[in-house]
């Protein structure tokens, strides 16, 4: 799975938990950047990515979580994949 | 099986995206009955969320929306349960309910049941579901405690918990769930944990039974929690993960599974829980197709592997219908050559007398579950319809949208599972109306069979023998009188609804009338069938709160022998006048001339159709005459009062 595959479903994650079709999806997007993900959402959203993608992130990994470029890293490494480009 | 994860018996809703946008897009009304019609189908967490997401806008602009009742639940718990929320609510959806939550703050339990002025307190909770996990048990026993000890710990932790439990009901007349602790405390030996009185493993357990089993001699309703882990996973309810991240207990994967054990108990305190089970035949009581293999040929019992499934299936059947699930079969057959599978083969679990209806042709399904609906006088909401055929699932689900069809796994092995996991036929008591009501429908049967070959009502009526007896609500009939106040929607003048605590209160003040109707006839018992509380508003003045008739007696002219009762006690104490209301819900237009019928004067018309109020003076009352012999229950308290 390429780093443009990993935006691209993980995109239709947040357009589901935020049910917003706008939102684009930039490597340093982080809570600052949507009201809504609270502390609360991110929670499901964590929870969200893990279930799309059949992955489940460490607590280490989670505590350390800043922004979306973290969270596609995270995908990536637990798919076992070097990084192959960004979107 | 993460299939089992999600509540897998619904159908898929086809073409997600595209219905959420049109439910986005659409009018309040319109958008409200879409997301009802999208909460019957399985959705995973996100999708639930968001649909909640809709429904809560919705209601912004329809704070009263049509056709669905509040129900108000107080969240006590432990550990953190926000994330559960929404889909209890689109589960509650599910079941024509309105859920309306107060999430108390964490861990602040006791502070918000003793507090008069909490959030709680002022929340009005119709019900409160207390939940405690295996951190905050409250019993802690050293390894060395004895087993007496640790149980008289355990007996000290349930008292204080019983002790919850009345602050709840007394102060705020609501009914309790208590959930059961999931057993995640870690094993310190092993398999020998269990037999080591004080590991905490051990103390869970214990503490466990002790609350099912004073929950059950106390009215209080149990989630068991604990037993639903066991049944899907440790793994699947609880990511310790999400523990340590977020103090959630149930994972949020699990949160449309978890909402709706929530949902069916609130269902099921409000009546909603469903009654039939109408059975298709081919290949779902047994393999093949009886019409072109032949009953010899038939999959079923010993000497195949789905032979058996296909028999186990039809045990459990037999078992719900044990407990009063009431059984009938829609097939498309020759009604002869079904009926002769359950005459011929060797190996049918189920009889023919286990069905209460019976309906083998070649009309549409539809048709046939209304004609079964209509026979047992029972609303479409009240069957299950489990087909094998998906094609006669569609069908249905799309003509009688309020029958629940489960999707029907390939293989039978699946079924009883399938069956148990939706969780349709919930139930929070056991009572004797329940254990006899199937053979009560069959008793029906013979009874529309009498009155057909009757040559007028009557002399049908006449021939009944029947015999009413009048009891006062009293601490034996209470939980039947709360099964009926809270599930009676059609011949109900109020559909106002009461816990046992509320009820309990009420029928204790002497100001009040609370009476219970049982009916018997010649062919059997009808068991508790009717209630009638009244209050004095004024010592000449009393006011019917509530009249109501299981339909199973409709047409008997029971009601006019139950006002001859209620007339009758309301004069004993002097009482001048009886007024009765009639408050229109969307299922009740069958009582709306009640008052009318039992000699009552219109007292006021509201024109919004709102309610209209009646009065009877006593003084001009004839008692009605009926075919129904009327009885007074020994210990009758109201009796003896006068």
Not at chain 2, 10 to 17: A, F, G, N, S, Y
Not at chain 2, 99 to 104: D, R
Not at chain 2, 628 to 636: K, Q
Request: net charge negative; aromatic share 8%.
């Amino acid at each position: 799975m390429t780093d443009v595959e990993i935006y691209q479903q993980l995109t239709e994650v947040f357009h589901d938990i935020f049910d917003d079709p706008t939102l684009v999806l930039k490597p340093e997007t982080s809570a600052a950047d949507i009201p809504d993900w609270t502390s609360f959402i991110h929670v499901n959203l964590v929870a969200a990515t893990e279930q799309r993608f059949g992955v489940r992130f460490s607590t280490a990994d989670i505590e350390r979580l800043k922004n979306v470029g973290d969270l596609v890293a995270m995908v990536r490494n637990k798919r076992g994949l070097a990084s192959s480009g960004r979107s | 099986m993460t299939l089992r994860l999600v509540p897998y018996w619904l159908p898929e809703l086809v073409d997600r995206d595209a219905t959420f946008a049109a439910i986005k897009a659409s009018r309040p009304e319109e958008r409200l009955a879409a997301i009802v019609a999208a909460s019957q189908h399985r959705l995973d967490f996100v999708q639930t969320a968001k649909l909640d997401r809709y429904l809560q806008s919705t209601l912004v602009e329809l704070p009263e929306p049509p056709g669905l009742q509040r129900i108000r639940l107080g969240w006590l718990g432990s550990s953190t349960l926000e994330h559960l929320l929404p889909a209890a609510r689109i589960a509650c959806l599910r079941r024509g309910l309105l859920l309306e939550s107060y999430l108390a703050p964490y861990d602040q339990y006791r502070q918000e049941l003793f507090d008069a002025e909490s959030g709680l307190a002022r929340f009005r909770p119709h019900v409160v579901l207390l939940c405690l996990d295996h951190e905050h048990v409250g019993v802690s026993a050293s390894l060395d405690a004895s087993a007496g000890d640790v149980a008289a710990q355990v007996q000290q932790r349930a008292g204080e918990l019983r002790a919850l439990w009345r602050m709840a009901a007394d102060r705020l007349g609501c009914t309790v769930i208590q959930q059961t602790i999931p057993n995640l405390a870690p094993q310190l030996f092993g398999s020998f944990d269990s037999a080591v009185p004080g590991t905490a493993l051990s103390v869970i357990d214990q503490l466990n039974r002790a609350l099912i089993s004073d929950a059950a001699r106390g009215h209080v309703r149990v989630l068991d929690l604990a037993s639903w882990a066991a049944r899907l996973g440790h793994d699947a309810w609880f990511d310790p993960v999400r523990w340590f991240q977020a103090k959630q207990l149930v994972s949020p994967i699990l949160a449309p599974m978890y909402g709706d054990l929530v949902a069916r108990i609130l269902g099921a305190i409000r009546g909603r829980s469903r009654k039939c089970l109408v059975l298709d035949l081919d290949n779902t009581l047994w393999g093949g197709v009886v019409g072109d293999d032949g009953v010899d040929r038939l999959v079923l019992g010993h000497g195949s592997a789905s032979g058996e499934a296909f028999a186990q299936f039809q045990r459990h059947a037999r078992l719900l219908r044990g407990r009063g699930i009431v059984l009938a079969v829609c097939s498309k057959n020759d009604r002869a050559v079904a009926e002769s599978a359950f005459a011929n083969h060797p190996e049918m679990e189920l009889k023919l007398d286990d069905f209460a209806v019976f309906v083998a042709n070649w009309d549409d399904k539809a048709s046939n579950l209304r004609r079964i609906a209509d026979t047992l006088n029972l609303g479409l909401d009240s069957l299950v319809f489990f087909d094998d055929n998906p094609v006669e699932r569609a069908l249905v689900r799309a003509e009688l949208p309020m029958v629940a069809v489960p999707e029907v796994p390939d293989d039978p092995a699946y079924f009883v599972r399938t069956l148990e996991d939706a969780g349709y036929f919930e139930a929070v008591s056991f009572t004797s109306e329940d254990r006899s009501r199937a053979q009560q429908y069959q008793d029906n049967g013979r009874r529309v069979q009498a009155m057909e070959s009757a040559t007028d009502m009557d002399s049908f009526l006449r021939s009944l023998s029947m015999v009413l007896t009048i009891g006062h609500v009293d601490a034996h009939s209470l939980p039947r009188v709360a099964q009926l106040i809270n599930k009676t929607n059609q011949f109900n003048v109020t559909t106002r609804r009461y816990s046992e605590a509320e009820l309990q209160a009420l029928a204790e003040q002497p100001a009040s009338i609370a009476l219970h109707f049982r009916l018997a006839d010649r062919f059997g018992d009808n068991g508790l069938i009717a209630v009638i509380l009244a209050r004095a508003e004024t010592p000449e003045r009393h006011v019917v709160d509530t009249l109501l008739m299981s339909c199973r007696v409709l047409g008997r002219g029971v009601e006019l022998a139950m006002m001859n009762a209620l007339v009758a006690r309301a004069r004993q104490r002097g009482a001048r006048e009886l007024v009765g209301e009639y408050l229109p819900t969307a299922r009740n237009g069958m009582v709306a001339d009640l008052y009318a019928r039992l000699g009552f004067e219109p007292a006021s018309r509201d024109e919004g159709c709102v309610a209209t109020r009646w009065s009877l003076q006593l003084d001009r009352h004839v008692p009605h005459s009926t075919f129904i012999t009327p009885h007074e229950a020994a210990h009758d308290p109201t009796r003896e009062a006068t």
